[in-house]
């Protein structure tokens, strides 16, 4: 066990610190995908209500309860949808919050001796 713990302070100790992937770069996309595709979807539930508002106003009587038929996979679909990018921005601002706390940089050699300190190995 001495030998593992000796192995990898070794290791940390060589390491340079360097992000693996370019977090602000990763945000800028994903909040550009965010606001395209949320663009997109309001404007298509937009027209799409506006389309079904319309044909209720002109439509006759038998008309109008098929209209209202049609309601209800609209306003499940709108919920469905909007439900995805509320849950996709709360799990985006999350990652952010825990990336930003999270970092290679919070291990130092102070913490490796304090490893082996307690597991009483000499590094």
Same mark, same amino acid.
């Given at each position: %066990? /001495?030998?593992?713990?000796?192995? /990898?302070?070794?290791?940390?100790?060589?390491?340079?610190?360097?992000?693996?992937?370019?977090?602000?770069?990763?945000?800028?996309?994903?909040?550009?995908?965010?606001?395209?595709?949320? /663009?997109?979807?309001?404007?298509?539930?937009?027209?799409?209500?506006?389309? =079904?508002?319309?044909?209720?106003? +002109?439509?006759?009587?038998?008309?109008?309860?098929?209209?209202?038929?049609?309601?209800?996979?609209? =306003?499940?679909?709108?919920?469905? +949808?909007? /439900?995805?990018?509320?849950?996709?921005?709360?799990?985006?601002?999350?990652?952010?919050?825990?990336?930003?706390?999270?970092?290679?940089?919070?291990?130092?050699? %102070?913490?490796?001796?304090?490893?082996?300190?307690?597991?009483?190995?000499?590094?």
């Amino acid at each position: %066990m /001495g030998n593992v713990i000796k192995d /990898g302070a070794s290791f940390l100790s060589h390491a340079t610190v360097s992000k693996v992937l370019d977090t602000s770069g990763l945000q800028s996309v994903s909040s550009d995908i965010y606001n395209v595709l949320l /663009g997109i979807a309001v404007v298509l539930a937009a027209l799409i209500g506006a389309v =079904i508002g319309i044909k209720f106003i +002109v439509s006759s009587v038998d008309e109008k309860a098929k209209i209202k038929e049609a309601l209800i996979p609209y =306003i499940i679909g709108c919920v469905v +949808v909007f /439900g995805a990018f509320t849950i996709w921005s709360i799990v985006i601002n999350i990652g952010n919050k825990a990336e930003s706390s999270i970092s290679v940089e919070n291990i130092n050699t %102070m913490q490796i001796a304090a490893i082996s300190h307690t597991t009483n190995v000499d590094v």
